[in-house]
T-cell receptor
Framework: AQSVTQPDIHITVSEGASLELRCNYSYGATPYLFWYVQSPGQGLQLLLKYFSGDTLVQGIKGFEAEFKRSQSSFNLRKPSVHWSDAAEYFCAVGGSSNTGKLIFGQGTTLQVKP | EAQVTQNPRYLITVTGKKLTVTCSQNMNHEYMSWYRQDPGLGLRQIYYSMNVEVTDKGDVPEGYKVSRKEKRNFPLILESPSPNQTSLYFC?????????????FGPGTRLTVL
């Protein structure tokens, strides 16, 4: 069955520290992978996506993610976190042309300490 | 401005009182979808629509109805709401239903059913 797992429900980092949010997926075909961010009271905004090619993808707001097929992972990273990065982050996998559905992970809430 | 709008943003209602949550997009997208977000579960798809007059069930369709009479609008209807439908609802749209396209999300509707 298709699924996405985000092992960390909550993560707290200090402002200026580096960040890595984990995402593991289970998908039979070639996955299309996404990271979305949800700020408090807001909808979801796309940070970055991976379809093919270079396995390190750059996104908005200084985020990047690396696709590792052997580990079925698509971890999100940022070298230096800002207080405004505090939000909930969702990893998602798509690719089903039958439904267009995105399968989301449970989400990781990021708290940033001053 | 390209966007997905939802109304209302907040709604408190009572069990059994029919309600409709509207969704509209101004990007001429073919594909539209409804998700519900619950703590620890991420987002789950309720219904989706490939195009006008074409709708189908997602993963959690029980208790919901939808219609797609116009390309821009995709209302979510709860004929007889129950407390287990208390949730945060998101409408989303994308250009094509391929699973590859970025999905644009509305700001969300927080529904409480008493």
């Amino acid at each position: 069955a298709q699924s996405v797992t985000q092992p960390d429900i909550h993560i707290t980092v200090s402002e200026g520290a580096s960040l890595e949010l984990r995402c593991n997926y289970s998908y039979g075909a070639t996955p299309y992978l996404f990271w979305y961010v949800q700020s408090p009271g807001q909808g979801l905004q796309l940070l970055l996506k991976y379809f093919s090619g270079d396995t390190l993808v750059q996104g908005i707001k200084g985020f990047e993610a690396e696709f590792k097929r052997s580990q079925s992972s698509f971890n999100l990273r940022k070298p230096s976190v800002h207080w405004s990065d505090a939000a909930e982050y969702f990893c998602a996998v798509g690719g089903s042309s039958n439904t267009g559905k995105l399968i989301f992970g449970q989400g990781t809430t990021l708290q940033v300490k001053p | 401005e390209a966007q997905v709008t939802q109304n209302p943003r907040y709604l408190i209602t009572v069990t059994g009182k029919k309600l409709t949550v509207t969704c509209s997009q101004n990007m001429n997208h073919e594909y539209m979808s409804w998700y519900r977000q619950d703590p620890g579960l991420g987002l789950r798809q309720i219904y989706y629509s490939m195009n006008v007059e074409v709708t189908d069930k997602g993963d959690v369709p029980e208790g919901y109805k939808v219609s797609r009479k116009e390309k821009r609008n995709f209302p979510l209807i709860l004929e007889s709401p129950s407390p287990n439908q208390t949730s945060l609802y998101f409408c989303a749209s994308s250009l094509h239903p391929s699973g590859q396209d970025e999905q644009f999300f509305g700001p969300g509707t927080r529904l409480t059913v008493l």
